[in-house]
């Protein structure tokens, strides 16, 4: 019989209010469900909607997986996730529809499956980051499906989605917007989002930096913004580190500076590229991170760099968690300023360890 999931929304209620008072066990053997039931339904959905040679390869998953002695309909959470990794059906999944996947696609679901196991038969205890995360891989999911009917949602999973004249993956959407809701989320890590005119918040960091001078002075209202921007990245350094550590504790230094650079090009706040040089055993890093088109330098033409500094603190922050709380020298190298030198483009950060 066909599995439906009804009162999505009360059940995704019940697992925000579970994190909140420290459920935590309850939200990993509650989402292992959700996704338990979702990967089934979209497996059969697969069936009905891929490729003829895309569903034959399905198929011979079924049965390997299965042993020719079981389908999907009975398997678990733990089979599941092996069938769609065997028939590579996110990937096919993604062609597909056309859709950008963010980090389902490059998610490790055995550790989710590893985490349900030890706490739902070993008795284990979990950690709110630890479910926090579950919870939003799971969110991830359903953010791309549409929250609202899942079971129309998967019905839909594998239609073409609607084009805007290209196909190139540089021009993929990054956001969902929940339209009923009035939230905007960022699909590789499911957290809400906000957009703004790079005018606008300019003007926004202008005013403050300005109302800052009129108590105090100009190196006051500048080291105000680099604090700020130290503590933005601190905090989103920080998550994201134990996430990537919870996902791959073999991660080199390297790949999450990459990783980082990736996601923040991603957002807005313009192209990060790494140029540092970095031994993991001896805890050296030192360089250069590059920022290209710069949000803060957007149509100011010459003026002085005062706002700026919070980028350079962000940086700042972003690192230091990465490289295990060390604490690093960001200077901003002005001899190539976009602010004093109109026809830049690129905002040089240079990069060393403290002593």
């Not at 991830?140 to 196909?167: P, Y």
């Not at 706002?307 to 002005?334: A, H, R, S």
Request: negative net charge.
């Amino acid at each position: 019989m066909e599995e439906r999931i009804d009162g999505l929304e009360d059940k995704l209620g019940f697992l925000r209010r579970s994190l909140d008072t420290g459920h935590y066990d309850v939200v990993v053997k509650e989402c292992s469900t959700l996704f338990e039931l979702s990967l089934r339904k979209l497996f059969r959905q697969a069936l009905t909607d891929l490729p003829y040679r895309d569903r034959l390869d399905l198929q011979d998953a079924e049965k390997t997986i299965g042993k020719n002695t079981k389908g999907v309909g009975d398997f678990g959470f733990g089979e599941l996730v092996g069938l769609f990794r065997q028939s590579n059906l996110l990937k096919k999944w993604s062609q597909a529809s056309g859709r950008q996947l963010g980090l389902l696609s490059s998610l490790d679901f055995s550790a989710i499956v590893d985490l349900r196991n030890r706490v739902t038969h070993d008795g284990a205890q979990c950690s709110r980051l630890e479910a926090d995360l579950v919870f939003n891989y799971l969110m991830n999911l359903l953010a791309i499906l549409g929250v609202s009917d899942l079971d129309a949602s998967v019905k839909g999973a594998f239609k073409q989605l609607e084009r805007s004249g290209t196909s190139n993956n540089e021009d993929s959407r990054i956001f969902s917007h929940q339209k009923s809701r009035g939230v905007l989320i960022n699909d590789a890590d499911n957290s809400r989002n906000i957009a703004f005119k790079v005018e606008t918040i300019n003007n926004i960091f202008h005013a403050i930096h300005r109302e800052i001078e009129k108590i105090s002075d100009s190196q006051v209202a500048t080291n105000i913004f680099r604090i700020s921007g130290r503590e933005a990245g601190t905090n989103f350094g920080s998550l994201m580190s134990q996430k990537w550590d919870l996902e791959n504790e073999f991660m080199s230094l390297g790949d999450k500076v990459k990783r980082w650079c990736e996601f923040d090009s991603d957002v807005g706040w313009g192209k990060f590229e790494n140029q540092l040089q970095i031994v993991d055993e001896e805890e050296i890093f030192s360089g250069k991170v590059l920022l290209i088109e710069n949000f803060q330098v957007y149509k100011k033409g010459k003026s002085e760099p005062a706002e700026c500094l919070f980028m350079v603190g962000y940086t700042q922050g972003v690192l230091e968690q990465i490289f295990g709380g060390n604490k690093l020298d960001v200077t901003c190298d002005m001899s190539v300023c976009p602010l004093k030198n109109p026809l830049k483009k690129i905002c040089v950060f240079g990069v060393e360890k403290s002593v």
